[in-house]
């Protein structure tokens, strides 16, 4: 794990801010539960329906289901090697890769049991699942060289394995599919080689309907649920690409930052970016079809960076599931619950120096991608004395002026808006030295 920078505090920390001269970035209180450390001590991958949000620990050799609230629920235990997860578009199973044992769990999700296991071969070490065309898919070692695409006829009574017999990729490919278009399949390129392809399935086999070079070791990947695009979470970009699925053209970039590694779309269509380390933010939420996020997210105190396919929905997009990974080894699960609101940005700029007994004016600006109620205020405090709260005039923009007292030679300012039904609060500080 990237060595991390992150403040102190008890929840997670929200909002974009810019830092002009002294101000510093603003930040912002989410309603979350945040910080809930999970009974594993592994990851691959975190998926979540109407019900539970599931977590696949490999080095547990287990599936944990936890509610919504992040209690647990059960911890499946004998699922050797627990990988790559999807879910029946009806909700009542759950498909589980398991590579140590060469098959697939099917675990009936109102008992969290399993019902079935079925075998995918010797040595095939299945990684990545994914439903299209009535089959389930999964990425497996075809060869000692070759990774390959393997399907199973799960509507079969006793379902039927077929392997690929043109294996393709370097690494086990990344499998996604949506309600959206039923018959493709995507598939990317896992461990650095280039190669992205979408197939129909339609008839149960692999037809290739598009590919592209343009994209390599991909950590995760989820395809819009109308099933126009794809997005691409590729750890050696500073962005996520989203492409078209008809022909693999790029469309479009969220400026994310490095590294990307996960991405999750909700039933509506928003999408939720994450990386593993760069700026301020972990996760960035867009509304559907756009590349500037209404939202960023920066998970909780300490040095824990987003794990891998570690972001999933709610299917009703009313909440936010993210994993992370501490230095004490703990899984960590964080729940955003006011996801729909956007982020209020507060941007400062004051004079770095200001003559002591005359008055500092620090002016400001608060902006947000969803308007602001016609009314509205932010208070100020130095050094946690309150000042008088300033009025935000209609372009977003505000000042004030203030004589600390003599002594005070470097007082702090904190501006904070306290957010409304449409925003998350937000805040900055900004630093003035007093000079004789």
Excluded: C
């Amino acid at each position: 794990m990237g060595i991390r920078r992150r403040a102190a505090g008890v929840a997670l920390v929200l909002a974009t801010a810019s830092l002009n001269l002294l101000g510093a970035p603003g930040t912002a209180t989410a309603q979350s539960l945040a910080g809930i450390v999970l009974p594993v001590r592994s990851h691959w991958q975190t998926l979540a329906d109407s019900r539970h949000v599931y977590v696949s620990a490999p080095g547990d050799d287990a599936v944990l289901a936890t509610d919504h609230d992040g209690q647990v629920v059960k911890k499946m235990e004998g699922l050797d090697g627990a990988r790559g997860m999807a879910e029946s578009a009806d909700g009542s199973t759950l498909y589980v890769a398991l590579p140590d044992a060469d098959a697939i769990s099917v675990i009936d999700t109102a008992t969290l049991t399993e019902k079935q296991r079925i075998s995918t071969g010797a040595d095939t070490e299945p990684e990545t699942l994914a439903l299209a065309g009535g089959r389930l898919f999964f990425g497996y070692q075809a060869t000692v060289f070759d990774a390959g695409i393997g399907s199973v006829a799960i509507a079969e009574a006793t379902p039927t394995v077929s392997l690929d017999e043109n294996p393709v990729w370097y690494g086990k490919p990344r499998l996604a599919s949506s309600p959206g278009a039923p018959d493709r399949l995507v598939a990317a390129e896992s461990q650095g080689a280039l190669g992205m392809r979408v197939y129909d399935v339609g008839s149960g086999t692999l037809k290739e309907t598009a590919y592209s070079d343009a994209v390599a070791d991909v950590e995760d990947v989820a395809v819009t649920p109308d099933g126009s695009s794809v997005i691409t979470a590729n750890g050696s970009n500073y962005y996520h690409q989203r492409w078209r699925l008809s022909d693999l053209v790029e469309e479009a970039q969220y400026d994310t930052g490095p590294y990307p590694n996960s991405v999750a779309v909700d039933s509506h269509g928003t999408v939720a970016a994450g990386i593993v380390a760069g700026g301020e933010w972990d996760v960035y939420v867009y509304r559907p079809g756009e590349t500037a996020a209404y939202r960023t997210i920066a998970l909780s105190q300490g040095y824990a960076d987003l794990l891998d396919r570690g972001v999933a929905w709610a299917p009703d997009g009313n909440r936010l599931f993210t994993t992370r990974f501490p230095y004490s080894g703990d899984v960590v699960l964080d729940i955003v619950t006011d996801v729909a609101k956007a982020s209020s940005t507060i941007t400062l700029s004051a004079p770095p120096t200001n003559p002591v007994g005359t008055p500092v004016t620090v002016t400001g600006k608060l902006t947000s991608l969803l308007p602001f109620p016609k009314h509205r205020a932010v208070t100020v405090t130095r050094d946690g004395v309150e000042l008088p709260d300033v009025k935000v005039r209609r372009d977003g923009t505000f000042s004030f002026s203030d004589i600390p007292p003599d002594w005070n030679t470097y007082p702090h300012y904190t501006v904070t808006y306290a957010g409304d039904a449409r925003h998350v609060p937000g805040t900055a500080t900004a630093m003035v030295e007093f000079v004789g």
